[in-house]
């Protein structure tokens, strides 16, 4: 049971590039997010996503963009690349929503964009 | 929308003492309190969590305690061990598991 996986772990990018982080659960779970990591900041959401075909903006959603195509799959895209989106993404998954459900992370992909 | 100071940032302790980490937030329709430990390369996981209609919650080592008039709650660990020793986040949901996370402490456990 692999849990929360996502590909790639590390990634360099230019500046006004493009790529799309996979995150991929095993667990069946309606609730999928993303979240980013950085120094003295704690984790700030992106997106997320309450079922399959819906997204929703987060905290923090400007210059990314969400799919969740498949139940089981949620992609973020970065269309063009900022020194500002240097971090540390986090996916995770949740079994139910509203105010309890304890989140599942995935180990982080690290992205320095330059 | 939500806001959650967590202090301190950096907390460091003998093996066998106690570590206190306090979170405060800010809006009262919060009624979800979990705590997450991150080990160096990887995500964070969920050790204890409280909700608003309990005032403390302990787990072996570990306890949560909640003041919801002062809109604040700590984690208490006792009898710390090496292994101990990692970033901890305190974090506040008002709903669909959209958590928000305190800025994270580094806990650092001397033996």
């Known amino acids: 049971n692999a849990g929360v996986t996502q590909t790639p772990k590390f990634r360099v990018l230019k500046t006004g590039q493009s790529m799309t982080l996979l995150c991929a659960q095993d667990?069946?779970?309606?609730?999928m997010y993303w979240y980013r990591q950085d120094p003295g900041m704690g984790l700030r959401l992106i997106h997320y996503?309450?079922?399959?075909?819906?997204?929703a903006k987060g905290e923090v959603p400007d210059g990314y963009n969400v799919s969740r195509l498949k139940k089981q799959n949620f992609l973020l895209g970065l269309e063009s690349a900022a020194p500002s989106q240097t971090s540390v993404y986090f996916c995770?998954?949740?079994?139910?929503?509203?105010?309890?459900?304890?989140?599942?992370f995935g180990e982080g992909s690290r992205l320095t964009v330059l | 929308g939500e806001n959650v100071e967590q202090h301190p940032s950096t907390l460091s302790v003998q093996e066998g003492d106690s570590a206190v980490i306090k979170c405060t937030y800010s809006?009262?329709?919060?009624?979800?309190f979990p705590w997450y430990k991150q080990e160096l390369g990887k995500g964070p996981q969920l050790i204890i969590d409280?909700?608003?209609?309990?005032g403390e919650k302990k787990d072996q080592r570990i306890a949560v305690t909640l003041n919801k008039t002062a809109k604040h709650f700590s984690l208490h660990i006792t009898e710390t061990q090496p292994e101990d020793s990692a970033v901890y986040f305190c974090?506040?949901?008002?709903?669909?598991?959209?958590?928000?996370f305190g800025q994270g402490t580094i806990l650092t456990v001397h033996p």
């Open positions: 995770a998954s949740s079994e139910a929503g509203g105010n309890t459900g304890e989140l599942f």
């Open positions: 809006d009262s329709a919060s009624n979800y």
């Open positions: 409280i909700r608003s209609n309990v």
């Open positions: 996503s309450v079922g399959e075909g819906t997204t």
């Open positions: 667990m069946n779970h309606e609730y």
């Open positions: 974090a506040a949901s008002v709903g669909y598991g959209k958590l928000t």
